[in-house]
């Protein structure tokens, strides 16, 4: 690898990190019981609508469940904590995303298996076409070449 | 590792393969089969305390000890309109009966609206409105009709979710007079 491409590879590297960094930099302080019951109010489903979330129903059922997350939010409950309320109550179906423990991990993990396994593969076949020889011209293709160039 | 282009095919083989018997293990599952059954069956009811239509205070407290049949319903919905037959005839049979009670839950409806439908229908247990919602909440309806049966100890002994019967009631209040 020469300077250049190293140099050019750590501009991409750097890119990278910079980037994940500015995502996952937190914008403000922690969050206020409104703003996590209006988080937890995108993930709960509806449930009296075919595919809504609680935060974007108007439905009067809707509008309880976003009153008792503030409510339980305000009294310092986690979100674990109310998330298993609903679970309880409702089961897995009234959570938008799957849940990431149990069978559900599965939704989760799947993808990123098939990810990595696919950027194992991808090294191995890079790494065994640098280990190939290059091709050396022999003295037929030598002449050829030569006699192409002479017209 | 003498083949490393194997192992990767083999992973992905392995990721396949798991996925595959994850999908066959899911068919023919039924994923509003959730939606169709109480969680809360077998588990301890919500408290609760609603103002009934005329006048009293019901509570889970003031309850205890009886069995409960909670029907969560309102004015304008068809399949609560389908099932008032059966509740009208459910509380006929059951006349005079005080060792159980039938408590009429209003949801998602105006007070007056409900009042005047159940007055029109001649419905005579207990009704109560539901301000917030909250009753319903608890209970984790997914609509109306719902009906609960709580046993005098205070456990969910059933639930139908939908349109009820005569047969269905009397199947709740037998559950509810026999989970302690």
């Known amino acids: ?151 | 590792m003498r083949h490393p282009a194997r192992w990767a095919a083999l992973g992905v083989g392995v990721v396949v393969a798991v996925l595959a018997i994850v999908l066959a293990t899911q068919v023919g599952t039924n994923p509003q089969a959730e939606t169709e059954r109480s969680q809360l069956v077998g588990k301890r009811a919500p408290t609760f305390s609603v103002h009934a239509f005329d006048g009293q205070t019901l509570s889970s407290q003031s309850l205890a000890g009886k069995p409960v049949l909670v029907n969560f319903w309102n004015s304008w919905c068809i399949p609560c309109q389908q099932e008032l037959p059966s509740l009208l005839q459910f509380e006929q049979r059951h006349a005079g009966d005080t060792s159980f009670v039938l408590l009429g839950v209003v949801r998602d409806d105006t007070t007056d609206a409900a009042r005047q439908y159940a007055a029109a229908e001649g419905m005579t247990w207990e009704l109560a409105a539901d301000p917030g919602s909250s009753l319903a909440l608890a209970f984790g309806t997914r609509g109306q009709p719902e009906t609960y049966a709580i046993s005098p100890s205070g456990v969910i002994a059933g639930a139908q979710i939908g349109p009820t019967s005569v047969g269905n009631l009397e199947t709740l209040l037998a559950a509810a007079r026999t989970v302690r």
């Open chain 1, 1 to 151: 690898m020469t300077r250049r491409d190293a140099l050019a590879w750590g501009g991409v590297a750097a890119l990278v990190v910079a980037a994940l960094v500015w995502a996952a930099w937190p914008s403000s302080g922690p969050p206020t019981a409104a703003q996590r019951a209006h988080e937890l109010a995108t993930e709960l489903r509806c449930p009296d609508c075919q595919a809504l979330s609680v935060a974007d129903s108007p439905s009067s059922s809707a509008r309880a469940i976003l009153v008792d997350l503030q409510r339980r939010a305000a009294a310092g409950q986690s979100d674990a904590a109310i998330r298993r309320v609903y679970v309880d109550r409702y089961g897995e179906s009234i959570l938008l995303k799957p849940s990431s423990s149990g069978f559900g991990i599965l939704v989760w993990a799947l993808p990123v298996v098939a990810v990595a396994l696919g950027l194992a593969g991808l090294g191995f076949a890079f790494a065994r076409w640098r280990r190939q020889p290059r091709l050396a011209a022999t003295p037929a293709d030598e002449t050829l070449v030569e006699r192409v160039r002479t017209g």
